[in-house]
């Protein structure tokens, strides 16, 4: 029956492994694919749609364009005609006016965003991870109470819990087993035994475990007898018509929340301090979503909903081999009334890829060595 159990959880963490890198690579997909439609509509010309890097395994063409699986199954590409600075005829990227060319670049990018928004509908219409009061009543599902902070030194730390954790009941030392889907219930029981063991319950991702400690009978002040702070959620729904407004209302609030993040780091900098920010590549990124996508669908959409939020934000930044670095030298060519020359270009380019390559590899270490 154990052995059982361990070889269904071994191919639930697959599935959601398997889940989680699909994600990753729909997401770079999507993004070309704004790229592509947008060049289509403008009337570019577009050699190839790849889904994977070279060698190809596959590719058959309709009309001018080849579509191609490949071998590297880490993202995709999008080869227009044109865009390197290679042809000026017909058709090419270079042939269109300023304002096209900044909207086939920019494609990819606002691709981004409309993926959040379309996630987050989805997760409003099936529920969406909220925080709610005890007294609150309505269509809510899956009501629990989790941990939302953990004083240091404090029983609830000594005891190793997380935060996030769910608190689905309780027993004493009688034996008594008391199930809590409201923090009150919680803090009562707590205050109940103060000073005495108890066994919680806890639910961490699909694991459920006991977790002993004893509730202090005189806290610190500001912490309560466990030293955690408790919240009260569930997934709320939204009707069908509400939702996108919600879903698009969501994605400005992400956008919103990641530029002051930016900013609060930018001004710890400044200040001498440390920035605040974990910097984070596509090894900790992976396992992170791995980890979300135990707690459930709609947790899981929102993570992508905010990962792509951020690698939109990320990509319009504007460095030269990003999007928003392209758009950097069109907006140079509208100043000067000419395109800044192609070898130029591609040198500044090439100089900055070389470089996010290094750092890429430096936050992958880093990302491993946090995993190990």
């Known amino acids: 029956m154990h052995f059982d159990f361990l070889i269904l959880n071994f191919l639930k963490m697959v599935l959601t492994i398997i889940i989680a890198f699909i994600s990753l690579i729909g997401l770079v997909v999507l993004h070309e694919l704004g790229h592509f439609l947008l060049a289509k509509k403008f009337g570019v010309r577009v050699d190839e749609f790849g889904i994977g890097y070279p060698p190809r395994l596959i590719g058959k063409k309709i009309g001018e364009t080849i579509y191609s699986l490949n071998l590297l199954p880490f993202g995709a590409f999008v080869r227009i005609y044109g865009e390197e600075g290679e042809g000026q005829g017909q058709g090419s990227f270079n042939n269109k006016k300023l304002w096209q060319r900044a909207l086939i670049i920019g494609g990819g990018v606002i691709s981004f965003w409309i993926i959040s928004a379309v996630l987050l509908t989805l997760v409003m219409f099936m529920g969406a991870p909220s925080v709610i009061s005890d007294e609150e009543v309505g269509s809510f599902r899956e009501v629990k109470v989790q941990i939302a902070s953990i004083a240091a030194n404090s029983p609830a730390a000594q005891a190793q819990l997380k935060v996030g954790d769910i608190v689905m009941g309780a027993k004493s030392l009688t034996g008594q087993e008391t199930n809590f889907d409201q923090v009150g219930q919680l803090q009562s029981f707590t205050k109940d035994n103060e000073g ?74 400044t200040q001498g301090q440390p920035s605040g920010v974990q910097v984070m590549g596509p090894v900790g990124i992976f396992s992170f979503m791995s980890q979300v996508g135990e707690l459930g669908a709609s947790y899981f959409l929102q993570f992508i909903a905010l990962i792509s939020v951020y690698i939109a934000l990320f990509n319009v930044l504007p460095i030269p081999s990003f999007d928003g670095g392209k758009l950097l030298f069109l907006a140079i060519e509208g100043i000067r009334r000419k395109p800044v020359a192609a070898r130029i270009e591609q040198s500044i380019t090439l100089a900055f890829f070389g470089v996010l390559i290094l750092l890429m590899v430096w936050v992958t270490i880093k990302d491993v060595m946090r995993l190990l």
Do not use: C, H, Y
Request: proline share 7%.
């Open 196 to 269: 005495r063991k108890i066994f919680l319950i806890i639910k961490r991702g699909s694991e459920v475990f006991e977790v002993s400690l004893i509730p202090r009978v005189s806290p610190p002040s500001g912490e309560g007898a466990m030293g955690v702070a408790l919240v009260r959620t569930a997934l709320k729904s939204f009707p069908w018509w509400q939702a996108p407004i919600k879903g698009i209302t969501g994605t400005f609030n992400l956008t919103l929340m990641v530029i002051d993040g930016w900013t609060q780091a930018i001004k710890n900098i």
